[in-house]
């Protein structure tokens, strides 16, 4: 079971659908922080700006590209399903980690503002700010598993 408590970390991946990039993201970094041996150091979530993945309550599996590109990786998507953010997440996460602009710009009005400066954008934690790479456009889910892998290991040495 997972705890939370007070030294824990809780994260949100943030992308449009949350079928390809937030939960590569979701599943890159959860691998990345228990190889560390510090998985208790974190509550590590994603979800979507929109609601297209969720259908009656129920949210779609990872798109099956990015599954495989996680699976040549060694990592299982199994289980993870498509959730949408929501207003109240607001207070339950430290840090909304955006996979590209469009979705800080959603984040903000949703929250009406972000007056604990909790978001920010996954590319920030690297040398080459700005969007991570779009597989649902590009068709390359490899360079876009290799930008999150960049992000995600800036943000666990931002973290340390
Ligand atoms: P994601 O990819 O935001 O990385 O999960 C997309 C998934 C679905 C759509 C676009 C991007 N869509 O247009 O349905």
């Known amino acids: 079971m997972i705890q939370n408590n007070a ?24 691998d990345m922080v228990k190889k560390a041996g510090r998985a208790d150091e974190f509550l590590i979530a994603s979800s979507a700006t929109s609601s297209e993945n969720v259908w009656n309550g129920v949210g779609a599996e990872v798109y099956p590209p990015a599954k495989k ?20 997440d607001y207070d339950k996460y430290d840090i909304f980690i955006c996979m590209d602009r469009y979705n800080v710009r959603y984040v903000n009005r949703l929250f009406g503002g972000d007056k604990d400066n909790k978001i920010c954008m996954l ?3 690297t040398g ?6 779009d597989p649902w456009y590009t068709g390359d889910f490899e360079t876009a598993y290799r930008d999150i892998y960049e992000g995600c290991r800036g943000l666990l040495e931002h973290l340390t």
């Open 7 to 30: 030294y824990m970390k809780r994260i949100m991946f943030i992308c449009l659908g949350n079928i390809c990039r937030s939960p590569m993201a979701e599943i890159i970094f959860r």
């Open 69 to 88: 590109v996680l699976a040549k990786h060694g990592l299982s998507a199994e289980g993870k399903r498509a959730v949408q953010l929501t207003a109240g």
């Open 123 to 125: 590319m920030d934690f």
């Open 128 to 133: 080459r700010p700005g969007d991570v790479s």
